[in-house]
Every structure is written in C-alpha cells, then in structure tokens.
Nanobody, 127 residues
C-alpha cells in the first residue's frame, strides 16, 4: 500500500524559507515521477514542481527560481526547499506520485497522471 506523509509546513514572514519533506513508502519499484502540488482556499489544485527518476525537474512559472524539488538516493523521501516566500504562496502543500488511472496534470510542460496523495502540510506566509 503506497503511503505519502508530508511534514515541514509552518508560518513564516514574507521573504522567509521552509523545507518540506514527504516520506514515501509502499512501492516495490519507485514511480517515474513525484510531484509537489498546492491548493489555496477557493483555488484549484496547482502543480508546483515535479522530479523524475533520473533527477530531471520542472517547475510552475510562479515558483521558478524560488523553489527547489529534490529526492534522496533511494527515492524514499521527496523534498522541496521554498525560498523567498510570498503571501501568494500560502496554501496546503501535497506530495503526489504517479499512478494510472489518476488525474492528469501538466507541470512546466511535463504532463502525466498522478493518483497517490499525502494528507498535506500547511504553509502560511504573512507580510
């Protein structure tokens, strides 16, 4: 059974930083892509960053140059470093992994299906 568990959210002042983590378990073979999404109240879920098995990354334009997605060598933990945070970054952040059937998302020009989700970790940025 695949399980994803996020941690690392919190409240920070504008311009601050946070590091999110996602513990990934239950895979026999790791998925091709793992991703971070976010959703603010009243908004649709937005793909923020995606990383492939070989380490290639793609980002949404809204976070490019400020956020960095990474993974450990065993792909058991997914990370995202959030720098230069803005109030507009306030949202619940979710990690997700590839699954078909699932929901199709396109992030930074890369489209694929995601179907395993964590419970989310809240990021709040105040000015």
């Amino acid at each position: 059974q695949v399980q994803l568990l996020e941690s690392g959210g919190g409240s920070v002042q504008s311009g601050g930083s946070l590091r999110l983590s996602c513990a990934v378990s239950g895979y026999v073979a790791s998925p091709e892509y793992m991703c971070w999404f976010r959703q603010a109240p009243g908004n649709e879920r937005e793909g923020v960053a995606v990383i492939g098995r070989s380490g290639e990354t793609r980002y949404a334009d809204s976070v490019k140059g400020r956020f960095a997605i990474s993974q450990d060598n065993g792909r058991n933990t997914l990370y995202m470093q959030l720098n230069s945070l803005k109030p507009a970054d306030t949202a619940m952040y979710y990690c997700a992994t590839q699954r078909s059937p699932g929901t199709y998302y396109k992030i930074g020009g890369l489209g694929t299906w995601f179907g395993y989700w964590g419970q989310g970790t809240q990021v709040t940025v105040f000015s």
